[in-house]
C-alpha cells in the first residue's frame, strides 16, 4: 500500500505513518506534509519508479526515555529510464505511550548520521547503525 501510494504521489498514507518528532526539523507538520507531498511528486516527475521494497525483521529493539526503537532492513530497486540503482537502507520504527507503531526513513542518515539522535534524544548514542547506501545496478 505505501509503495503504491509513493509511486502515485499520494504521500497521505507515508504522513499518516510518520513519527511527529520529524515535524521539529520540518518546521511543522504543515510543512513537512507540503514538503513531503512535493517531494513525492518532483521523484515521479524525474521519472523515477520503485519496482520492489524488501522490508526485513528487526533484530533488537532499544528503549529510547518512554518509546520503543527498532530499525527495521529495506531494500529497495529503483529505475531512473535505463538505469536501475538499488538502495540499503532502514526504517526506524518507534512505539510510544499509544501503543501504535510510527516511522521514520533512515535515509537521511546517509548525509547526517547524527540526525535520529536530534529526533530521538533519548536513544542510546552506542547505537551502531544499519547499513544505508544506495548503488547502480550493473545491466546483465
Known amino acids: ?3 503504491k501510494s ?3 504521489g499520494d504521500a497521505k498514507a507515508l504522513v499518516d505513518r510518520t513519527h511527529p ?3 521539529k526539523l520540518m518546521n511543522g507538520q504543515n510543512n513537512f506534509e507540503k514538503n513531503l507531498i512535493a517531494g513525492a511528486k518532483q521523484i515521479i516527475e524525474c521519472g ?3 519496482e520492489s521494497l524488501n522490508v526485513g525483521l528487526p533484530d533488537r529493539l532499544y ?4 518509546e520503543y526503537v527498532c530499525f527495521v532492513p529495506k ?3 529503483m ?3 535505463d538505469k536501475r540503482f538499488k538502495s540499503i537502507s532502514y526504517i526506524v520504527a518507534i512505539k510510544g505511550n499509544d501503543a501504535k507503531w510510527r516511522y521514520l526513513d533512515g535515509a537521511g542518515a546517509r548525509r547526517n548520521p547524527n540526525q535520529l539522535w536530534k529526533l530521538l534524544p533519548r536513544l ?3 547505537i551502531e547503525l544499519p547499513e544505508n547506501t544506495i548503488s547502480l545496478i550493473e545491466a546483465d
Do not use: C, D, E
Open 63 to 66: 528503549r529510547a526515555g518512554h
Open 6 to 8: 509513493f509511486n502515485t
Open 75 to 77: 531494500t529497495s530497486i
Open 1 to 3: 500500500m505505501m509503495l
Open 21 to 23: 518528532s520529524i515535524y
Open 79 to 81: 529505475q531512473n529510464g
Open 48 to 50: 523515477i519508479v520503485i
Open 124 to 126: 542510546p548514542k552506542t
